[in-house]
């Protein structure tokens, strides 16, 4: 678990997330939104962690925690297709708002099954 993260990690990890929204608003205006949709499911925060986690670990620590990580993504990005997936039946049928919020509450309980199942059962 990552207890301890330094200021300057966080302070990338912030900048990259935020260039990576803004990119991707960026495609979206200029090529369209499904290419847009395409460029959103960049794993910006994913990769700006597995990045700057060389600043708060060091050798086998180092090795563990980018498993560690690797492993929590390949969960999280199986709930975002998942999330996605239901975003595009939603939407269309309950509105804009009510899609958006059963999308993001179907994205927490299936979320939180997973942490559930992944620290206490594996």
Not at 26 to 48: D, N, S
Not at 76 to 99: C, D, E, F, Q, S
């Amino acid at each position: 678990m990552m207890v301890h993260l330094s200021v300057s990690a966080l302070l990338i990890r912030f900048i990259l997330g935020g260039f990576a929204v803004v990119a991707c608003t960026i495609v979206a205006k200029k090529l369209g939104e499904k290419t847009g949709g395409i460029f959103a499911a960049f794993p910006a925060v994913y990769l700006a962690a597995l990045l700057t986690i060389g600043l708060d670990f060091h050798g086998g620590q180092l090795i563990s925690q980018s498993i560690i990580l690797s492993k929590g993504a390949i969960f999280g990005m199986a709930i975002n297709i998942l999330v996605a997936v239901l975003a595009g039946y939603l939407l269309p049928r309950m509105g804009w708002k009510k899609g958006i919020i059963n999308a993001m509450a179907c994205w927490l309980v299936v979320s939180s099954v997973v942490v559930f199942i992944t620290s206490y059962m594996l």
